[in-house]
């Protein structure tokens, strides 16, 4: 009697230990498509990250570990931000639970240069879905089917009209969420320079998100430019000029710093935008990044140490803002503590050339 129930007992043991294999190889298979995703991820391989991504988005089902799901989604972040996809990127920080992104660096002669590290999932689950799971797959799958953007490749960003950044938020549609992202193109990636020495000086930008309930959204890119074709373009001795509202939708950019924000905050931001969207330009007192970082702030983003000088003026400039960012000068005053904040490096001055 004792034997049959000993070895009762250990087929019982057999048939569970069964059921648990068959449920952890499939999420070894996961964490190991996960961690090549974080190699090319660090490398800048978009691309070859998305596939691997998109493997483990098609197999998620299989998924018991929350943690699990919340590195799949915050990588897919990374990676369609890096596409310049804000609107999928977004929706996928904000599926993996309020992530807190770290990024190592060391120092390489004068550039700062940033590896993609681990990450806290405050909340330890994954929430809600904002963007539908099937219209993810098909925006993952669309980017993949996509020729691998060339990041030194340049887009020229085209002037609209003011009023239309504001105008295409008004669709009479009921939305779920508000999201925006601030954006910096460093002179030097990687360096604390306010300029390149050759007249380059970065540019900071924004983006607004409204989603809403029919899973439609409405994304708008765009910074604040001095107009172009004057006599004497703007420089420290002739600080003031015209502006203009330019596209920014293909805009290069180094550091990406994004925040879920109330309907409040985005009406605020939407009324801030309509006021002083025609400002005077200034290099020193309201330029690009005066523009940007007043919305941020809005928003309630706080980033330290933004000021930097140049020959005959100091300010906000992108060189200063995207080096704060990079080494976590930055707090969501909503939490206190950088909880609710999507942070992600574009990567591109950890390539050596040979």
């Not at 057999?14 to 490398?43: M, R, V, Y």
Request: charged share 25%; with cysteine; hydrophobic share 35%.
């Amino acid at each position: 009697m004792t034997r049959r129930y000993l070895l009762f007992a250990l087929l019982i043991s057999h048939l569970a230990f069964t059921e648990a294999s068959a449920q952890l190889l499939p999420n070894i298979e996961i964490i190991n498509a996960l961690k090549e995703s974080d190699s090319h991820i660090e490398k800048g391989k978009s691309h070859d990250a998305l596939v691997k991504l998109h493997q483990v988005l098609q197999t998620k089902e299989l998924v018991q570990d929350q943690s699990i799901l919340s590195h799949l989604y915050n990588n897919l972040a990374i990676v369609l931000a890096r596409y310049n996809n804000f609107t999928a990127a977004m929706a996928c920080f904000y599926k993996a639970g309020s992530i807190e992104t770290k990024f190592n660096s060391k120092k390489r002669g004068k550039r700062y240069l940033s590896f993609f590290s681990t990450n806290t999932n405050y909340e330890n689950k994954i929430k809600e879905d904002i963007v539908n799971e099937d219209i993810l797959e098909l925006m993952v799958q669309d980017q993949i089917n996509q020729k691998e953007l060339e990041r030194t490749e340049e887009f020229e960003s085209e002037r609209i009209k003011p009023e239309t950044i504001v105008e295409a938020f008004l669709d009479q549609k009921e939305a779920t969420h508000y999201a925006l992202a601030l954006l910096i193109k460093q002179p030097i990636p990687g360096q604390k320079n306010t300029n390149t020495g050759l007249g380059e000086v970065g540019h900071s930008f924004i983006s607004l998100i409204k989603y809403n309930k029919d899973q439609s959204a409405v994304c708008k890119s765009f910074g604040f430019y001095p107009e172009e074709g004057q006599l004497i373009p703007v420089n420290p001795i002739v600080p003031t000029a015209l502006s203009v509202i330019k596209d920014d939708a293909y805009h290069n950019w180094d550091q990406l710093l994004g925040k879920f924000v109330s309907k409040e905050q985005f009406e605020t931001i939407l009324e801030y935008i309509d006021h002083n969207i025609s400002n005077e330009y200034h290099l020193s007192h309201y330029n690009c990044s005066d523009f940007a970082l007043k919305i941020a702030q809005i928003g309630n983003i706080k980033v330290d140490n933004t000021v930097g000088k140049w020959p005959l003026g100091k300010g906000d400039n992108p060189g200063y803002i995207g080096q704060s960012i990079l080494g976590g000068k930055y707090v969501n005053l909503d939490t206190k503590s950088k909880e609710g904040l999507f942070t992600c490096s574009n990567n591109l001055f950890t390539k050596t050339k040979k």
